[in-house]
């Protein structure tokens, strides 16, 4: 992180500049590294525009200006010849006008601002993959963002949608959609459970953290065994709200792959939940996506799998989700960087804060929605052959081949459902 200060005294080229000095304008020594920056991060400033010569830094890449003061996307950018990646979350974006950013980009970020519609020529933007609009007052998306058929993942949650096209389940490469917290997405009221107030546990040690909210193992009063408690950040998250991540988790029910809910918090500032302690034998099965992997996890360097154990992962994914779809919940989020297993390859899947509750959805869409769920498993499983030996990937290339070609079929409709893949996954 730098200092205006600091980055005076720097005199090399820069790739890569953090800075946050309560900035109010662009400042003009960031010039000095127009032909090396390519990630420049200038979030938590009050800024509300940028310079008509932006263009100059031609291999700028990527641009982070989260929690900023802009009101509208400067139209520079659509001249920035290399950047592939735009970041405005939580300023007060009310206006984005046709051909603002470059048609070039791959990943936008406009999470937490106040757009009540996107530009009809939304659909030039053929290289997105991957795209963060909750958080605003959307009711509406272009036709023409039928041609974002390179779209991997699309977070639409707590807006004002009261219905959607239904060209939005049919993209070719979607995997990824949340759409809760949205009228055309109630979240049916859960079961009552126990409920707890905060000062009833004593917190043990932190044990995460993640964009929602921070876990701890805790223990209820005088209770021996210690449990996991998750409270959330606040009333909004960058997938919707925690109500609604608490009630899918709730309706989701039991299952042997699903970490058991043991009460909920109430009187409190925010809200909570409390939960098994996962043991400490299980460890994060991936790692998120990075800049250049977009919408692909990562994984630790030495990490491997055997194709025993990554067929036994396996069925344990297809279980857990063919539960979820049951009980009309898509999980929005079906990635390794969800799961939880230990060395004798049992599995939890969590992190439900992207989840969609489906019931009010038109039976078609509540059936391409699952689909599209399908091709997010076929991208775990393709991530999880990378882990395998090269002999035990060629191995399962060969007996995967037929399952991963029906579950990546361009036509979601044509897809099969966690249910048949149950099937298939036995043969």
Not at 72 to 100: D, R, T, W, Y
Not at 176 to 200: F, K, M, Y
Not at 206 to 227: H, M, N, T
Not at 272 to 289: D, K
């Amino acid at each position: 992180m730098f200092s205006l200060a600091t980055l005076a005294q720097h005199t090399a080229p820069l790739s890569r500049i953090n800075l946050s000095d309560g900035l109010t304008e662009f400042p003009a020594e960031l010039y000095r590294f127009t032909d090396s920056l390519e990630i420049l991060d200038l979030s938590g400033n009050q800024l509300s525009d940028l310079p008509a010569d932006l263009h100059r830094f031609k291999k700028l890449k990527r641009l982070f200006l989260t929690s900023n003061n802009f009101r509208h996307i400067p139209a520079v950018l659509s001249h920035c010849p290399a950047l592939v990646m735009v970041s405005f979350k939580g300023n007060q974006l009310s206006q984005f006008a046709e051909a603002s950013l470059p048609q070039q980009l791959e990943w936008l970020i406009l999470t937490d601002n106040q757009l009540t519609e996107l530009p009809k020529d939304f659909g030039r933007y053929t290289k997105l993959r991957k795209v963060a609009l909750a958080g605003n007052r959307l009711s509406a998306l272009p036709d023409s963002m039928q041609q974002c058929r390179d779209l991997g993942l699309l977070r639409l949650s707590l807006n004002s949608f009261e219905s959607f096209p239904d060209w939005l389940f049919a993209l070719p490469k979607l995997a990824w959609l949340a759409l809760g917290a949205n009228p055309a997405c109630p979240v049916p009221e859960a079961q009552a459970i126990t409920a707890h107030r905060l000062s009833d546990y004593q917190l043990l040690q932190k044990l995460g953290e993640g964009a929602s909210g921070v876990i701890y193992q805790a223990r209820f009063e005088q209770d021996a065994e210690p449990v996991a408690l998750k409270q959330f950040k606040g009333w909004v998250t960058s997938d919707g709200c925690p109500q609604d991540e608490m009630n899918n988790y709730l309706n989701a029910g039991e299952h042997p792959n699903l970490i058991a809910v043991k009460a909920r918090l109430k009187d409190c500032d925010l809200p909570g939940l409390v939960m098994e302690l996962v043991p400490a034998s299980f460890s994060v099965l991936g790692q998120p996506p990075s800049f250049d992997t977009c919408t692909r996890d990562t994984f630790t360097q030495g990490q491997s799998l055997t194709l025993v154990q990554l067929k036994q992962l396996a069925e344990q994914v297809v279980r857990v989700m063919a539960h979820l779809h049951q009980k009309r919940i898509c999980h929005g989020d079906l990635y390794a960087h969800n799961m939880l297993v230990n060395a004798g390859q049992q599995l939890y899947l969590g992190d439900f804060g992207a989840a969609t509750a489906l019931n009010d959805l038109p039976q078609q869409q509540q059936q391409l929605f699952c689909k599209l769920e399908v091709r997010a498993f076929a991208y775990w499983l393709l991530d999880m052959q990378s882990l395998l030996s090269a002999h035990e990937a060629a191995v399962f290339e060969k007996h995967y081949a037929a399952i991963l070609q029906c579950c990546m079929q361009s036509e979601p409709g044509n897809r099969p459902d966690f249910d048949e893949l149950q099937s298939l996954m036995s043969l």
